[in-house]
């Protein structure tokens, strides 16, 4: 079945750091992609998505690119902050369907 | 804006015992999702509405748990009979619609089991 693989966490950094997250899916069609969010003690929000291969999306300076060929979907920020301290999620939803299917999460810790 | 809202944040019931988990989706949203949450792990799906039908509930793990949005709105997730292994937090979301459209997430009710 259809599933998403991110890379383990905790991820540790220190401020100003690059980041990536590492994400690839499973589909046996053309998912949407997300990357949601969940800062302590709060819901999930949606950080950015892309709905087809090669589409880019970005938001709050991070971004992912929808690689079809590689089946990824990294994160990426060029220069995390403290606040950007969460639990990262990957997701997929299929065209034909409204489930999301989750990655397991990665947790980002910035050290001052 | 009121986001999605959910209550009890924290529920802890002995095992055996029924729990009923609220939901209150943004106003004028017709899709609403029921996930539930292991510790250290991604969300799983467990039912989905539509306004107030109950179009699929593929996910919900056993006849314990039952789901309805009666008028359209505020949903409940009931657990009859609870048993450890349904220890988790248990997120509700809405959308404008089903697909493509963005889900908006509540804080989630963590049930612990004793």
């Known amino acids: 079945g259809d599933s998403v693989t991110q890379m383990e966490g905790p991820v540790t950094l220190s401020e100003e750091a690059c980041l990536t997250i590492n994400c690839t899916y499973t589909a046996t069609g053309y998912p949407s992609l997300f990357w949601y969010v969940q800062y302590p003690g709060e819901g999930l929000q949606l950080l950015l998505k892309a709905t087809k291969a090669d589409d880019k999306g970005s938001n709050k300076g991070f971004e992912a690119t929808y690689r079809k060929e590689t089946t990824s979907f990294h994160l990426e920020k060029g220069s995390v902050q403290v606040s950007d301290s969460a639990v990262y999620f990957c997701a997929l939803m299929m065209d034909s369907n409204y489930q999301l299917i989750w990655g397991a999460g990665t947790k980002l810790i910035i050290k001052p | 804006g009121a986001g999605v809202s959910q209550s009890p944040r924290y529920k802890v019931a002995k095992r055996g015992q029924d729990v009923a988990l609220r939901c209150d989706p943004i106003s004028g949203h017709v899709s609403l999702f029921w996930y539930q949450q292991a510790l250290g792990q991604g969300p799983e799906f467990l039912t989905y509405f539509q306004n107030e039908a109950q179009l699929d509930k593929s996910g919900l793990p056993s006849d314990r748990f039952f789901a309805e949005r009666p008028e359209g709105s505020v949903s409940t997730l009931k657990i009859q009979r609870t048993q450890q292994e349904d220890s988790a937090v248990y997120l509700c979301?809405?959308?404008?619609?089903?697909?493509?459209?963005?889900?908006?997430f509540g804080p989630g009710t963590r049930l612990t089991v004793t």
């Open positions: 979301a809405s959308s404008l619609d089903r697909g493509r459209y963005e889900q908006y």
